[in-house]
């Protein structure tokens, strides 16, 4: 399989070609997206974590952390849905909250396993 812009079809959250407008080429996009692997695999777990105990300022915090890198590493959809639940996570009844940002957990596992994928794939 090539390493080019053109194989990001196969991707449905990691926006690989708009990464590469944004920071400029493929290297920087595979140095970028493994810091944001180990990170993001963390902050998945501490959201569950933290949504169980319901720890909603916590979890608005993390969901803050995530808000600079997902619009650069994901389409714009769900880039905008993520920024508007943490900007709501800051101001509106948390609680009511906890489903939307359950179902944001979904396609950042799919970020995670994307990103991966795309980093064996060019060798990374």
């Not at 080019?4 to 079809?9: G, I, K, T, V, Y």
């Not at 389409?75 to 940002?101: M, N, T, W, Y």
């Amino acid at each position: 399989m090539s390493e080019n812009a053109s194989d990001a079809a196969p991707y449905q959250v990691l926006n690989l070609a708009g990464a590469i407008d944004f920071l400029g080429d493929m290297q920087a996009v595979s140095e970028l997206l493994q810091p944001l692997v180990l990170s993001l695999s963390n902050d998945i777990g501490e959201i569950e974590r933290l949504l169980g105990e319901g720890d909603m300022p916590a979890v608005a915090r993390t969901l803050h952390s995530l808000k600079g890198f997902i619009p650069v590493f994901c389409h714009a959809e769900f880039a905008a849905e993520l920024v508007e639940i943490e900007k709501r996570s800051r101001s509106d009844d948390k609680l009511q909250l906890g489903p939307q940002i359950e179902a944001l957990l979904h396609p950042l596992r799919q970020l995670v396993q994307e990103s991966n994928r795309f980093l064996k794939q060019t060798g990374h």
